[in-house]
């Protein structure tokens, strides 16, 4: 399995973003044509699903890619994930709330189901936190900084052991529940540990055992952040 952890794929919803070498990366790694498959972050919100499936997949149709197949896997489908897991050539982990996805995953055996998989998986945004042994469900939604019951650590795919934050060029100043979501939130959290932050355009790559970051990141480790 050769694994690209994005930030996001486009910056327009309409065109892949070729940024530090994306692009060219992919064309190296996936055999096409193949099957896509498209796995949602929310199970039961089926129209916004097929809306930013639809535009993911066009992006790579438009970049040059050509797939057999294109599916969808949500709750509508979810008993025939490991059907559609095993014929795929490239997965897709669509981005989202990364509670709501990671309960889904674990619904279907994700986990399990990727062992042996040994296509391209494309992460975007809550997909690429999810992508991660341990995963930083960093709060997001009104109500999860300040609430006590808010699990912010949860077991992942175990595709990395790198934890990544996404969209770090515009949450950077975000503020929720009156907390500052860097500073008074996630930096206390990473005592301990270790995130990184990535800008749209930048992006993991794992394969062969290696891990590398392409673009612009920041390492948060025991409270400090580090441009890399």
């Given at each position: 399995m050769v694994c690209f952890l994005t930030s996001c794929t486009s910056n327009d919803g309409a065109h892949l973003n070729a940024q530090n070498g994306f692009v060219d990366e992919l064309r190296r790694a996936l055999n096409a044509p193949c099957a896509m498959l498209f796995v949602c972050s929310d199970p039961d919100v089926p129209e916004l699903t097929d809306h930013f499936a639809t535009e993911v997949r066009d992006s790579f149709t438009d970049a040059g890619f050509a797939f057999t197949d294109f599916t969808v896997l949500d709750r509508r489908n979810a008993k025939d994930a490991p059907e559609l897991v095993k014929r795929a050539g490239l997965i897709v982990l669509g981005g989202g709330h990364v509670p709501t996805q990671n309960r889904f995953f674990r619904e279907i055996g994700l986990r399990e189901l990727l062992h042996g998989f040994d296509g391209v998986l494309v992460g975007i945004s809550a997909g690429s936190m999810n992508a991660a042994e341990t995963v930083y469900a960093q709060p997001e939604r009104p109500g999860e900084a300040v609430?006590?019951?808010?699990?912010?650590?949860?077991?992942?795919?175990?595709?990395?052991?790198?934890?990544?934050?996404?969209?770090?060029?515009?949450?950077?100043?975000?503020?929720?529940?009156?907390?500052?979501?860097?500073?008074?939130?996630?930096?206390?959290?990473?005592?301990g540990r270790r995130f990184y932050a990535v800008c749209d355009g930048s992006y993991l790559i794992c394969r062969d055992g290696h891990e590398e970051l392409r673009g612009e990141a920041y390492r948060i480790e025991n409270g400090v952040l580090t441009q890399l």
């Open positions: 609430d006590p019951h808010y699990r912010r650590f949860l077991p992942g795919l175990g595709l990395t052991e790198t934890m990544l934050l996404p969209h770090y060029q515009e949450c950077r100043d975000d503020v929720l529940d009156g907390l500052r979501v860097y500073e008074d939130v996630t930096y206390p959290d990473s005592a």
